[in-house]
């Protein structure tokens, strides 16, 4: 929606132009008239969605505390083998020839030597969100399919090497 407002403002915009060049006042009237208009949808459009516009500015910063709480975390995982965090990254290493191929979650589920699906499943998903209490972003999902999160994949792939 917000790229075709864009769209729409920069055509009137050109079309405004060419209208001062061939002085066509009645055009240029209409014109401004509209790229009025469309900056003033965009505003109320933006009051309504705050959110998204927050999170598109906000998007590398945190990306980036991301990769750095990885980069502070897998260390510490390494030293404490019988962190669940650890045992599902492990087995996800290994089952996915370190990240070579994308891992079925119920496998990875069976090969973490976790035995309450429960807490398998809370682990794991705080592996793979992005929120204040996650363990650290490690992994994204299509449907089934597990891989590491590619901006701390090169990272991860390095300790485990």
Known sequence: ?????????DDTKIAYKESILIE????EDKLLSIMSNIKYLQKEIDKLNPQKNNI?????????????KVKRKIPLWLNK?????????KAFM???????????????????NINDAKIFLTNYNLLKGISKKN????FQQNNDRVKLWDPVAE??????S
């Open 135 to 138: 363990h650290a972003k490690l």
């Open 94 to 112: 290994d089952l996915s020839n370190n990240n070579n191929h994308c891992v079925n979650i119920i496998t990875l589920e069976k090969h973490c």
């Open 1 to 9: 929606m917000k790229e075709t407002i864009h769209t729409l403002l």
């Open 155 to 160: 990272i991860v792939i390095k300790y485990f």
């Open 81 to 89: 083998k019988s962190q669940y965090n650890y045992k599902i990254l």
């Open 24 to 27: 066509n006042h009645v055009l």
């Open 56 to 68: 598109k500015q906000n998007d590398e910063e945190i990306i980036q505390n991301e990769i750095e």
